[in-house]
């Protein structure tokens, strides 16, 4: 009996593979003096930056096809010319190549005070942050 009452407990919470960070969670890890989570605060802001860039960088292959030749030299060669890490002008920002992680994390908490309304989720927070400190200029 109990076996089936924990299936039925189970089976009725919803399942989310990776929640959401909570802007709440990212401010108050980003301004610990604590040096474990503002680690986790700078891995996070990392990851965020670099996942957007491999996001939008990333190119299908279908592995039925193979790769001609000129594919193969446009990617290699030709398709990395004047791209820059970090740059989005799709989103709307374009980090410089002096920015360091520790700037744009101290500007995090400055960012949210500014806010009339800090959005819930961390990756808001952050892309807004992006957008209005590291706009793109000259693209």
């Known amino acids: 009996m109990r076996i089936l009452i924990a299936i039925l407990l189970v089976a009725g919470l919803p399942a989310f593979g990776v929640e959401p960070l909570a802007s709440s969670e990212l401010i108050k890890q980003c301004a610990s003096n604590d040096?474990?989570?503002?680690?986790?605060?700078?891995?996070?802001?990392?990851?965020?930056?670099?996942?957007?860039?491999?996001?939008?960088?990333?190119?299908?292959v279908d592995p039925k096809r193979p790769e001609t030749l000129s594919e193969r030299a446009k990617r290699t060669r030709a398709g990395g010319?004047?791209?820059?890490?970090?740059?989005?002008?799709?989103?709307?920002?374009?980090?410089?190549?002096?920015?360091?992680?520790?700037?744009?994390?101290?500007?995090?908490?400055?960012?949210?005070?500014?806010?009339?309304?800090?959005?819930?989720?961390?990756?808001?927070l952050m892309l807004g942050l992006l957008r209005k400190h590291y706009p793109c200029t000259s693209q």
């Not at 503002?38 to 965020?48: D, E, I, L, M, Y």
């Not at 980090?95 to 819930?120: F, M, N, Y």
Request: glycine share 10%.
């Open 35 to 60: 040096e474990a989570t503002r680690g986790a605060c700078q891995a996070w802001v990392h990851g965020f930056i670099g996942g957007a860039f491999a996001s939008r960088t990333a190119k299908y």
């Open 81 to 124: 010319r004047g791209m820059v890490y970090a740059n989005n002008i799709e989103a709307g920002y374009c980090l410089p190549r002096e920015t360091t992680l520790a700037e744009v994390v101290d500007k995090l908490g400055s960012h949210a005070a500014q806010l009339e309304k800090i959005p819930e989720q961390a990756n808001q």
